[in-house]
C-alpha cells in the first residue's frame, strides 16, 4: 500500500484523468467524502457518489475477474533499489511467479515495485491497485494490469477478494492497515483459509511481541490468534506456505464442487 510522504511527482491521476503541473489538486474524493465539514452541496450529494463506487467496484471486478490464483503483497513505498527489503521484493514476487501465482501490489513505488518488478520478469501477472491520493507517483513500470481507484475501501476490498493470501514485506502504517484488516477478516471467518506472512522477523518481532505479551496477555485476543501470522525471513518458505493453502484450498474445493479461485467466505 502506498504511505504518504512519497515525493511530489507533478502529475495527479483522479479515476481515468490525468492532471499535472497546476491542475494538481491536494485534496481527494475519499477526503471529501469523509470529512463532515466540507460544503453542504457536497453532503447533499452524497447519493449520487454511490454511483461513482458502484462504478469502482464493477471496473475492479471485470478487470480482475480472470486473474486466477494470486497473491497480494505489502510493503514500504520508501524502500529504494539496492536496499535489503526492496531486493527480497523482487526476489518474493518472482518466486511467486514460478510458483503460479499472480501477484497483486498498491501499485506504488518501494516495495510495491519490488514484487511487481520480479512477477513481471519472471513471466508472471504483475497487478498494481493505485489509489488518488494528493502527489502520487502513478503507478510502476513494472505493472502489467492497472487500476486506479478513487475510494479507499473499493481498492481494499480487490486486495482480499483476489488474493488467496498476502505476504508482507516491512512497511508502515499503510501496511500495518492493511495486515490488520486481513487478521480480522480471518479471525472473524469472513475469509478462510487465508494465510498471512511477514517477512522480516527482527522487523516484525517486536510488534508480535507486544500482541502476545499485552494484547493476548490482557485477555484482548485469543492465545490462538497469534498463529494467524507466519513470520520468516526466507522467501521460499513464505511462497511454500501460500502454494500449500493453495493445495488445501484446491482439495477442499474438490470435495465441495467450489472452483478454488480465491479465498472461501464464510456464508
Known amino acids: 500500500m502506498e504511505e504518504e510522504g512519497i515525493m511530489p511527482s507533478g502529475e495527479q491521476r483522479r479515476g481515468p484523468v490525468l492532471m ?13 467524502l469523509l470529512d463532515s465539514r466540507s460544503p453542504s452541496d457536497w453532503v447533499h450529494t452524497d447519493p449520487w457518489r454511490v454511483l461513482r463506487i458502484q462504478a469502482e467496484f464493477v471496473e475492479g471486478f471485470g478487470a480482475l475477474a480472470e486473474l486466477g490464483p494470486a497473491i497480494s503483497v505489502f510493503g514500504s513505498a520508501r524502500s529504494r533499489p539496492g536496499d535489503p527489503d526492496y531486493e527480497q521484493g523482487v526476489e518474493l514476487g518472482a518466486a511467486l511467479a514460478r510458483a503460479g501465482f499472480g501477484v497483486i501490489t498498491g501499485g506504488g513505488p518501494g516495495a510495491m515495485e519490488a514484487a511487481n518488478k520480479g512477477a513481471s520478469e519472471s513471466g508472471g501477472v504483475s497487478v498494481g491497485l493505485g489509489i488518488e491520493l494528493p502527489f502520487e ?3 510502476n513500470e513494472w505493472v502489467d494490469v492497472g487500476i486506479n481507484f478513487r475510494y479507499f475501501f473499493a481498492r481494499k476490498t480487490m486486495f482480499v477478494k483476489y488474493a488467496q493470501g498476502f505476504i508482507s ?6 501496511t500495518f492497515d492493511e495486515i490488520f484488516e486481513a487478521t480480522t477478516l480471518v479471525q472473524t471467518q469472513k475469509v478462510t483459509s487465508f494465510p498471512i506472512v511477514l517477512l522480516g522477523t527482527s522487523y516484525w518481532g517486536g510488534l508480535l511481541g507486544w500482541i502476545r505479551d499485552v494484547v493476548v496477555a490482557g485477555g484482548k485476543v485469543s492465545p490462538d490468534d497469534i498463529d494467524l501470522f507466519d513470520v520468516t525471513d526466507d522467501v521460499d518458505e513464505a511462497v511454500s506456505i501460500m502454494v500449500e493453502a493453495r493445495a488445501e484450498r484446491e482439495r477442499s474445493s474438490r470435495g465441495q464442487g467450489l472452483d478454488g479461485v480465491g479465498p472461501r467466505r464464510a456464508e
Open 137 to 139: 507517483a502513478g503507478l
Open 20 to 32: 499535472r503541473r497546476g491542475q494538481v489538486q491536494t485534496e481527494t474524493t475519499d477526503q471529501r
Open 169 to 174: 514485506l516491512p512497511g508502515g502504517f499503510g
